[in-house]
């Protein structure tokens, strides 16, 4: 049965979606299954994935995103496999919450090799394969804090700031090409992302009434008043469906419309100084 016109399978066959397990990579793979869409999600075990197994449209990839050379064999392999991606979605990526400085720096290398140097690396491939066929969309899911952003997370900021970068110049690339780019910023959603990275963030805010303890607080609440996650896989979805190339903010009302509007009408000292406050840090 062909898919019906207005679903994502009547133009997306295949996609390949980085961090399918848990959080907006889970919610993203629901989505295009809905839509008709055969996906290739990865994790770095097979009973993270679990959830999808009674789908025959699921196939899932095993994979670790620090190790180079299996991501970009599991990547080419399962292309092949699949005919080509239609779709590519690099979202896997996690948090680290504490000082820049009180960290070994093996702890930021190897969160940037994982969340900039492997998207880009998956990237690179999806291209070559795109633009040889002149069609295909990569999303690469960057962050809000792209924007704003979040203290005592400098890895997670300058990995997010170096995604949005790259779909910039790729948009500039692929113009009059066939081939689409989204640079996807979703503000805070009701995920397990804080739990995933309490040990550090427990570490760093041991003291009560230190500055990472106030922002852990508030990080802690505004996941807690944080839309569902599937707001942002139907805002992912609307997207694709009318074709952007661009720019996509997700999230709630203040968040991904109003901050960044007003914001863009402030000088960058008043943004500085808001978001101390924001944060409790002046």
């Not at 996906?39 to 993270?48: F, I, K, N, P």
């Not at 700031?161 to 692929?174: F, I």
């Not at 992912?236 to 720019?247: E, M, P, W």
Request: include cysteine; charge should be positive; hydrophobic fraction near 45%.
């Amino acid at each position: 049965m062909s898919a019906s016109p207005d679903r994502l399978g009547s133009r997306f066959r295949t996609a390949f979606v980085t961090g399918a397990s848990a959080g907006l990579g889970s919610a993203f793979t629901r989505m295009l299954l809905d839509e008709g869409v055969a996906v290739w999600g990865t994790a770095r075990s097979a009973e993270r994935l679990s959830s999808f197994s009674s789908s025959a449209s699921f196939h899932p990839v095993v994979v670790d995103f620090h190790d180079a050379a299996a991501s970009e064999r599991a990547y080419q392999e399962n292309n092949d496999s699949a005919g080509g991606f239609d779709l590519v979605i690099n979202n896997a990526g996690y948090g680290v919450f504490v000082g820049f400085a009180d960290a070994p720096f093996e702890t930021w290398e190897r969160q940037v090799a994982a969340m900039l140097v492997q998207p880009m690396r998956i990237a690179h491939l999806a291209m070559r394969g795109f633009l040889a066929r002149g069609s295909g969309t990569l999303v690469n899911v960057a962050s809000l804090a792209v924007e704003f952003p979040l203290p005592y997370m400098s890895g997670y900021n300058v990995v997010k700031s170096g995604l949005a970068a790259l779909s910039e110049s790729l948009l500039v690339e692929t113009a009059g090409t066939g081939v689409s780019v989204i640079d996807f910023r979703p503000g805070d959603y009701r995920t397990g992302f804080n739990q995933s990275m309490s040990q550090l963030s427990t570490a760093a805010a041991s003291s009560a009434g230190a500055p990472p303890a106030r922002v852990w607080q508030i990080l802690e609440a505004n996941i807690a008043a944080a839309p569902h996650v599937t707001r942002a896989a139907t805002d992912l979805k609307s997207a694709l469906r009318r074709g952007v190339r661009g720019t996509v903010r997700s999230g709630s009302f203040f968040q991904a419309a109003l901050a960044p509007t007003c914001a863009g009408w402030l000088p960058e000292s008043l943004r500085r100084a808001a978001r101390w406050r924001y944060f409790g840090l002046r």
